[in-house]
């Protein structure tokens, strides 16, 4: 049975090595960053580097493997109707909000739900690292120049994802304007054997 994740918030959860989770994108358009944690040592973590000199890829999918810091595996893609995923921002955060859209006070961000989420796993904001940003359009120009574009993702669109290892999951709707085509909506997921 799916689990909501409201718009612009956040939950953190266990899975074992071999448990499958799904991420859906139900009403389209909507980003989910995901981190991942050894479950046994929480200094392994999820990285973005080595995912994408393992993988060759900055576009990470279906067949592709998530890497950690160790260079051990995560997880395993197994399916997505979507394609466009990447670890080319980092997650949204009141930083964010303040020096890129000029936020003068509180807004939502994946940072600040990921932290609050995470904290009862005993992670600090500081172990945080760099997200797996399902569903993220951004796209780059010959010079590297990026830009972010709304989601391609449609209703029902989901990546399933296979443990390599047990883990902490934290996971986010995403709660940037510019990532999610100016609007928000939620994210669900299930963890299933």
Known sequence: MAQIIEKQSGVAFQIQKGQKLKVIDPKGGQVSDMVLFNAHDRREKISSG?????????????????????????MHVLEDTNGRNDFLLAPCSPATFKIMYDVDGYHPSCFENLR????KFNIDADDIPTAFNIFMNVQFDAEGKLSVEPPLSKAGDYVLFEAQMDLIVGLTACSAEDSNGGTFKPIHYEVMD
């Open 116 to 119: 609050t989420h995470l904290t």
């Open 50 to 74: 080595k995912t994408m000199d393992f993988e060759e890829s900055i576009l990470i999918t279906e067949g592709n493997y998530l890497w950690s810091n160790r260079s051990n595996k995560m």
